[in-house]
């Protein structure tokens, strides 16, 4: 596993790679969300169920164009953005199946302030799976030392960096219904 910045980051999300990396309250691992090979790994990684889908974090709400239609967005919802604030979307009807949720069809988006994904995010010109860096129901890290202790054999690349104030992951809430989901 290689360490480093956000800028050496963006070879290895476009070779398929996983990459670790701080985000507003835990640090993340996450992938090219189009390659279907390693969202699969960050499943297996994360020893996870294969149904459950993944969050994708944008520096710019035009990196989701191909993903939603961006002017069926709510006020509720760019008034969010960019922050700590993930919603549940209608998507697309030609994006990739293993981005929806199984259960209502819908995709969880979230435009990030935190500087080190907007970094990514503007490197690599796409959104990327953002995830937890840890195994599921475990302990989340909050330090590029703990990700490399539990996951580093796992990792392509660790995006040094500081995890952003908050104590607890993004709030999730469905857009249609405003029903808070996490």
């Known amino acids: 596993?290689?360490?480093?910045?956000?800028?050496?980051?963006i070879s290895?999300?476009?070779?398929?790679g996983i990459i670790a990396y701080p985000t507003e309250a835990v640090y993340g691992i996450g992938c090219d969300p189009y390659n279907k090979d390693s969202v699969k790994k960050i499943t297996q990684i994360k020893k996870r169920e294969s149904n459950k889908s993944y969050i994708l974090v944008a520096s710019e709400l035009n990196q989701l164009a191909n993903l939603i239609n961006i002017n069926s967005l709510s006020e509720e919802v760019l008034d969010s953005?960019?922050?700590?604030?993930?919603?549940?979307?209608?998507?697309?009807?030609?994006?990739?199946?293993?981005?929806?949720?199984?259960?209502?069809?819908?995709?969880?988006?979230?435009v990030s302030s935190?500087?080190?994904?907007?970094?990514?995010?503007?490197?690599?010109k796409n959104p990327i799976i953002s995830?937890?860096?840890?195994?599921?129901?475990?302990?989340?890290?909050?330090?590029?030392?703990?990700?490399?202790?539990?996951?580093?054999?796992?990792?392509d690349y660790l995006v040094l960096g500081n995890v952003?104030?908050?104590?607890?992951?993004?709030?999730?809430r469905d857009m249609k219904t405003g029903k808070v989901i996490r």
């Open 164 to 172: 952003g104030e908050y104590s607890e992951p993004s709030i999730i």
């Open 81 to 110: 953005w960019p922050g700590h604030n993930t919603w549940l979307i209608k998507p697309k009807k030609n994006i990739p199946p293993w981005l929806t949720d199984n259960e209502n069809g819908l995709i969880a988006i979230r």
């Open 131 to 155: 995830t937890s860096a840890n195994i599921s129901g475990n302990k989340v890290f909050k330090n590029h030392h703990d990700v490399e202790r539990v996951l580093g054999s796992y990792l």
């Open 114 to 124: 935190h500087p080190e994904i907007v970094e990514l995010c503007q490197f690599f």
């Open 12 to 16: 290895y999300l476009k070779s398929g």
């Open 1 to 9: 596993m290689i360490k480093g910045d956000c800028a050496g980051a």
